[in-house]
């Protein structure tokens, strides 16, 4: 990964070239990233500078040979360490350890702008407890305590660390309080509330802010050669989360439109065993579908809240669609609205704090049900 792969947080970029060629790279830095946010790609991409032997003004080469490993996360000198479930015994770890990390180059290579839910499913841990475990602080101490191969940095990607178990929180903080010279740790948080307050204070922070909708849609079109129409709408629905734009452009919203428009027909005739079919499908889908399902939700009631409030023009959905935001801003009120929106956001962060998806659901279906009926 280069910094060019990456599209805007020019300023981000351009701090971490600065802090290599001031010679003032803190040895331990906090990528605090939005979900979707260029959080994991900024990490790979500032090792890959720094590796690099033949390093440009503002970016790494991508051709010499640390390049190369690097652009296949095979480097010896750079360590990845994630959320992942324990081993049964210690004896498994290097086991376990050498099977996630094959899945992790796939993975981290090819979906950067991923989020815990898409690891989990990516490789069937759904009913699995994944954290960064004491085997895994075991294994990060023996790793700093060894000498780099290349002579060069040594640098571990620490993915997720509010994922840290406790009692590996202890053998990282002391790690990251003496690193060895020429150690680099990069954290990169998606959840920089849930960190501990001392993995914060050992660290240096930078914000990895959401994508910007222009700079979405136009990687969208230059990078991926999505058409405009599609580009700018998938941009305005991903919310500043490129993971969110590419899921969107994988599951054409059509069948979530349609879901949507089904489901608001049950709540409103109160049809409680069509709540139950819906709640049943609900709860088979994997955590990201559900997660976006509910957004795609709350964005078409947003929409609809803007039409009925005249603000058509912010209202970006044609055919059926936009016949169907109108038609629902039409009959339902704006409070009535303004209720479902918030209680499916609150649905939303119920399940994000591991809620039962089936009561959240069937609760939400009864809620919108009220409040469409009043
Ligand atoms: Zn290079």
């Not at 001392?198 to 660290?203: L, N, P």
């Not at 109160?270 to 709640?279: K, P």
């Not at 935001?325 to 994000?352: D, Q, R, V």
Request: hydrophobic share 40%; glycine share 6%.
């Amino acid at each position: 990964m280069q910094f060019a792969e990456i599209p805007g947080l020019d300023e981000l970029k351009q701090s971490l070239v600065a802090s290599y060629k001031n010679n003032h790279i803190a040895h331990a830095q906090l990528f605090n990233s939005a979900m979707g946010g260029g959080g994991l790609p900024i990490a790979m991409a500032f090792a890959t500078y720094l590796l690099c032997q033949n390093k440009g003004d503002q970016d790494s080469c991508g051709q010499c040979a640390n390049c190369q490993k690097m652009a296949k996360l095979i480097h010896p000198d750079v360590h990845y360490i994630y959320p992942k479930p324990s081993a049964s015994k210690s004896s498994d770890y290097e086991k376990l350890q050498a099977e996630t990390l094959k899945k992790w180059r796939t993975f981290a290579v090819e979906k950067p702008y991923s989020d815990i839910d898409d690891w989990i499913s990516y490789n069937g841990y759904e009913n699995k407890n994944v954290l960064i475990s004491r085997e895994d602080s075991r294994n990060i101490i023996r790793t700093v305590s060894m000498k780099s191969f290349e002579g060069d940095f040594k640098i571990l990607i620490i993915w997720y660390p509010e994922f840290m178990h406790p009692a590996a929180a202890n053998g990282i903080l002391k790690v990251l309080e003496e690193p060895p010279t020429q150690t680099i740790y990069l954290l990169v948080s998606y959840a920089y509330d849930n960190l501990l307050a001392t993995i914060k204070s050992r660290t240096q922070i930078f914000n990895v802010t959401p994508f910007k909708d222009e700079i979405i849609k136009n990687y969208l079109i230059e990078k991926k050669g999505i058409d405009q129409t599609n580009a700018e709408k998938v941009s305005r629905l991903a919310n500043g989360s490129l993971g969110k734009a590419f899921y969107e452009l994988d599951h054409a919203d059509n069948m979530a439109y349609e879901s949507f428009r089904n489901w608001m027909q049950i709540c409103l005739k109160a049809d409680y065993s069509g709540m139950l079919h819906f709640t049943d499908d609900f709860v088979r889908s994997s955590k990201p579908q559900q997660r976006n399902q509910l957004e795609f939700a709350l964005t078409l009631i947003r929409d609809a809240i803007l039409s009925k409030a005249d603000n058509d023009q912010l209202v970006n959905r044609e055919g059926a669609e936009g016949e169907f935001i109108k038609k629902f801003g039409g009959f339902a009120s704006l409070a009535a609205l303004e209720k479902i929106y918030t209680n499916i956001s609150a649905a939303m962060g119920h399940l994000t704090r591991n809620a039962s998806p089936r009561i959240t659901f069937m609760n939400l279906s009864l809620q919108c049900s009220k409040f469409l009926r009043s």
